[in-house]
T-cell receptor
Framework: DAGVTQSPTHLIKTRGQQVTLRCSPI?????VSWYQQVLGQGPQFIFQ???????GRGNFPDRFSARQFPNYSSELNVNALLLGDSALYLC?????????????FGDGTRLSIL | TQLLEQSPQFLSIQEGENLTVYCNSS?????LQWYRQEPGEGPVLLVT?????EVKKLKRLTFQFGDARKDSSLHITAAQPGDTGLYLC?????????????FGQGTILTVHP
């Protein structure tokens, strides 16, 4: 079975631009979460979606938004990019939103802001 | 705000040595997960511990969840070069936090042949 797939794998943008990152969960998984991992740190929670509804939001500005589609895939949008948005953006899927549900991560999108 | 303090941040050892990585918090977690991450890849789940005092073994890796569910440890016996990587602990708070994971800052392990 295919794992969590993310696209693109790498992306270079300039300050002020907008970016859309995409995630396809493992087949049958209905929950998708997004994390930001800055170099040298652990991932930080951005959003969780389940059944197309937002179920959790981390401490990120309103420039960050996301949505989940009927096929459970998801997009993360970031507007007005800043240099500090340079990071690895990880998507994780799980069967549902239960607290002990194991989360399976994709290999991420490496976003570089110039 | 829940925080997970992971130590040590860096660990460089010789093949065959034993090591322990610690993950501590002042908050209670419903469960704690350990991940390993290779460069250029996403974290891969190693284990989930749920019950206070729980011990799980995965070959040469032993994971323990503290009795109060505030801390955890990962012990590797007879480390091998293939164990090299970034080890991350992550706690799930439960309640309305659903599946949100709070990660520690990670431990970079290097095992020299």
């Amino acid at each position: 079975d295919a794992g969590v797939t993310q696209s693109p794998t790498h992306l270079i943008k300039t300050r002020g631009q907008q970016v859309t990152l995409r995630c396809s969960p493992i087949s049958g998984h209905k929950s998708v979460s997004w994390y930001q991992q800055v170099l040298g740190q652990g991932p930080q929670f951005i959003f969780q979606y389940y059944e197309k509804e937002e179920r959790g939001r981390g401490n990120f500005p309103d420039r960050f938004s996301a949505r989940q589609f009927p096929n459970y895939s998801s997009e993360l949008n970031v507007n007005a990019l800043l240099l500090g948005d340079s990071a690895l953006y990880l998507c994780a899927s799980s069967l549902w939103t239960g607290v002990n549900q194991p989360q399976h991560f994709g290999d991420g999108t490496r976003l570089s802001i110039l | 705000t829940q925080l997970l303090e992971q130590s040590p941040q860096f660990l460089s050892i010789q093949e065959g040595e034993n090591l322990t990585v610690y993950c501590n918090s002042s908050s209670v977690f419903s469960s704690l997960q350990w991940y390993r991450q290779e460069p250029g890849e996403g974290p891969v789940l190693l284990v989930t511990v749920v019950t206070g005092g729980e011990v799980k073994k995965l070959k040469r890796l032993t994971f323990q969840f503290g009795d109060a569910r505030k801390d955890s440890s990962l012990h590797i016996t007879a480390a091998q070069p293939g164990d090299t990587g970034l080890y991350l602990c992550a706690g799930a708070a439960g309640g309305t936090s659903y599946g949100k994971l709070t990660f520690g800052q990670g431990t970079i392990l290097t095992v020299h042949p």
